[in-house]
C-alpha cells in the first residue's frame, strides 16, 4: 500500500493499493505540488523489491531524492516523520562525462548517485518511428528506403544492429537511388555520431534499470529541439521494456521462471510525451502500456500541468486521478471531463474546495471514492524549489 497522506474530512490515513497495475494522473496549476507528490510515490515504492522504479525526468527534479529533506524537518516532525534520502541511480542519455561534465559527475557521486550511460538499441525504434524521427514521409522514395532497409535488418538481425549497419544496408541496395543514399547517410551519421544516443552493441535495458533505487532517467541533458530526442528516449525505453515484460508475463502463466520484474514507471511533465491532438515518438508506446499493460504489472504514473493537453486516450485509462488545485477555466473543464458516475458531485466541485498547498482531489477507481488528500511531507528532497 503506498501512504499517501491524510484525510482533511477525518484526519485518517489515505493509501493507495499498488498490489495491481495502475495509472495514475497527477495534476494541478504551476507550483500545486505535482513534482512533490511525484516524489512521495516515488519513495513509497521503494518500499517494494518486486518492481523496477524508474522516472522520466525533464525537469531535473528527482536526483535530489538521494537527500534527505532538511528544509522541511519541521513539518516531518508535526508528521512524526524523519528526514531521509532513497538510494538514486542516475541513467544519463549518452556519456555522462560529455553531457556533464567530469566536475558533475564528480558531485553526483560524492552524493552516493551512480551515475550510468543510457544507450539505445536502433532496433527498438521500429521502421515507422525512424521516419518520424527525421521527419520523412513514407511517400516519398527517401522514405521507403529508409522503412524497407529498417525493416529487412529487424528480421534479418533478431538481437541487434547498429546505425552503422542501417547505412551500410543503404549502399548496398540496389534499389535505393543516389539521392536517396545521400540524404539519409547524412541523416543516419548524424545519429549515429551528434547525438550520441545509439549503442554499437547491444544493452539489455534490464541490467542498467536497477530495484530497490529510484532509477531516475535525466531527460534534462537533451535540448528540446525539432528532433524531439527525449521522446526517442522515451519511446525507444518504453517498448523494450513493454515487450520484455509482456514476454515474461506469458512464461510466468505457463510457469516458466523470469528475472523481469513489474514495472513503475513515472513521467513528469507528459504532455510532452502523450501530446492530445499532435504525435509524439512516444505517444504510441506509452498508449499500447497503459491500455495493455496492466496485465503484465505495468504502471505508469503521469504529472502535467495541463490535463487538456494529453492524449485522451491515456487519459481514459487513468485509474487514480490526483488533482491539486487548478484555477484556469479550460485546466478546471478537462479535468471535470473525468468526473465518474460514483462520484456525488462534479470532479469542479471538489477543486474548487483546494485552498492549501500540497492538497489534492483523489479519485479512486479502485475504491470508487473521492477524497480530500493533504499530502505527506517528502522525507527525501524535492528539487524542483524555485530560487
Ligand atoms: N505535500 C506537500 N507538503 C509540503 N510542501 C509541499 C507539498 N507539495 C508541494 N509542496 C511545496 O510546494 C512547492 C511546489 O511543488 P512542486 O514543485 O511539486 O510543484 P509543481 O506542481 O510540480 O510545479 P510546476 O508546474 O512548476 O512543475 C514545493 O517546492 C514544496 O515546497
Ligand atoms: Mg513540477
Not at 512524526?80 to 542516475?90: D, I, K, S, T
Not at 566536475?103 to 527498438?124: C, M, Q, T, W
Not at 518511428?129 to 533478431?158: C, N
Not at 479535468?335 to 485552498?355: F, P, V
Request: charged fraction near 25%; glycine fraction near 6%; include cysteine.
Amino acid at each position: 500500500m503506498i501512504e499517501l497522506g491524510r484525510d482533511r474530512l477525518n484526519g485518517g490515513e489515505v493509501f493507495i493499493d499498488d498490489s495491481r497495475a495502475r495509472a495514475i494522473l497527477i495534476c494541478g496549476k504551476r507550483g500545486s505540488g505535482k513534482s512533490y507528490t511525484m516524489g512521495v510515490f516515488l519513495e513509497e515504492l521503494m518500499r517494494r523489491d518486486d518492481a523496477l522504479v524508474i522516472a522520466l525526468d525533464p525537469m531535473r527534479n528527482f536526483h535530489t531524492m538521494v537527500l534527505p529533506n532538511t528544509e522541511q524537518e519541521r513539518l516531518l516532525w508535526d508528521w512524526n516523520m524523519v528526514a531521509e534520502g532513497v538510494p538514486v541511480r542516475l541513467l544519463v542519455p549518452g556519456d555522462p562525462y560529455r553531457r556533464y561534465g567530469q566536475e558533475i559527475v564528480k558531485a553526483f557521486e560524492e552524493r552516493g548517485i551512480e551515475v550510468v550511460p543510457l544507450r539505445l538499441n536502433p532496433g527498438d525504434l521500429p521502421p515507422d518511428g525512424w521516419l518520424d524521427l527525421f521527419g520523412i514521409d513514407i511517400a516519398t522514395p527517401m522514405g521507403l528506403a529508409l522503412y524497407r532497409t529498417v525493416s529487412k535488418l529487424q528480421r534479418s538481425h533478431e538481437k541487434f544492429f547498429s546505425v552503422q549497419d542501417i547505412i551500410a544496408e543503404i549502399y548496398s541496395d540496389p534499389l535505393i537511388r543516389e539521392t536517396s543514399i545521400q540524404a539519409l547517410v547524412l541523416r543516419l551519421e548524424t545519429a549515429a555520431n551528434d547525438w550520441d544516443l545509439f549503442s554499437t552493441r547491444y544493452h539489455d535495458l534490464l541490467e542498467v534499470f536497477q530495484i530497490g533505487v529510484v532509477n531516475v532517467v535525466d531527460l534534462g541533458v537533451l535540448e528540446v529541439g525539432r528532433v524531439s530526442l527525449r521522446n526517442l528516449v522515451a519511446a525507444v525505453l518504453v517498448r523494450d521494456l513493454f515487450r520484455k515484460r509482456r514476454e515474461a508475463r506469458l512464461q510466468e502463466e505457463l510457469g516458466i521462471p523470469t528475472d523481469v520484474p513489474k514495472i513503475w514507471l513515472a513521467i513528469d511533465e507528459a504532455q510532452e510525451f502523450v501530446p492530445a491532438g499532435k504525435s509524439a515518438l512516444a505517444k504510441e508506446p506509452l498508449i499500447q502500456w497503459v491500455k495493455e499493460g496492466r496485465q503484465p504489472g505495468l504502471s505508469l504514473i503521469i504529472a502535467s500541468q495541463q490535463p487538456g493537453a494529453i492524449d485522451k486516450e491515456v487519459l481514459s485509462q487513468c485509474d487514480l486521478i490526483l488533482c491539486h488545485k487548478v484555477t484556469a477555466l479550460e485546466d478546471v473543464e478537462a479535468i471535470n471531463k473525468l468526473s465518474h458516475d460514483y462520484m456525488s458531485h462534479e470532479l469542479r466541485h471538489y477543486i474548487r474546495q483546494l485552498d492549501r498547498t500540497g492538497e489534492a482531489v483523489v479519485v479512486d477507481d479502485f475504491q470508487e471514492a473521492v477524497t480530500i488528500v493533504q499530502v505527506r511531507p517528502r522525507k527525501s528532497k524535492h528539487g524542483g524549489t524555485e530560487v
